[in-house]
C-alpha cells in the first residue's frame, strides 16, 4: 500500500513537502514516481526517483523547482516543491514501478496512492 500526504493551500512561492509512505519490505527495490493530475486534464509525471536513489528525472516545468529523495530505512519517499505556482495545483499521486529503474510513463507504473491536494493561491 501507499500512502500519499503532506497536501494543503499554499501562497504561491510557498513550499510544501509531499510524502509517499508505504507498507512491505520490498519497497527498497523498486523505482518511485510522482505524477500530478489537475482538474480535466491527463495525469501527468512530476518525478522519479531510482531503487538506490542513485538516479532521479523530472518534468521540465518543476526541474529546479523540486526534488524528490527516498529514505529506504522508513520506506518513504518525498516530494520537496519549492517556489509554488497556481498551476502547479493539482492532485499529486506517488506511484511504485516494479524494477529498480526510473520511467517517466504514467502506464509503466504498477501501483498507485490514493492521492493528494496540492493548492497553490495566487
Known amino acids: 500500500q501507499l500512502q500519499a500526504s503532506g497536501g494543503g493551500l499554499v501562497q504561491a512561492g510557498g513550499s510544501l513537502r509531499l510524502s509517499c509512505a508505504a507498507s512491505?519490505?520490498?519497497?527498497?527495490?523498486?523505482?518511485v514516481g510522482w505524477f500530478r493530475q489537475a482538474p480535466g486534464k491527463e495525469r501527468v509525471f512530476v518525478a522519479t526517483i531510482s531503487a538506490s536513489g542513485g538516479s532521479s528525472n523530472y518534468a521540465g516545468s518543476v526541474k529546479g523547482r523540486f526534488t524528490i529523495s527516498r529514505d529506504n530505512a522508513k520506506n518513504t519517499v518525498y516530494l520537496q516543491m519549492n517556489s509554488l505556482k497556481p498551476e502547479d495545483t493539482a492532485v499529486y499521486y506517488c506511484?511504485?514501478?516494479?524494477?529498480?529503474?526510473?520511467?517517466?510513463?504514467?502506464?509503466?507504473?504498477?501501483?498507485w496512492g490514493q492521492g493528494t491536494l496540492v493548492t497553490v493561491s495566487s
Open positions: 506511484a511504485v514501478r516494479r524494477t529498480s529503474w526510473i520511467s517517466s510513463l504514467v502506464n509503466e507504473y504498477d501501483y
Open positions: 512491505g519490505r520490498t519497497f527498497r527495490n523498486y523505482a
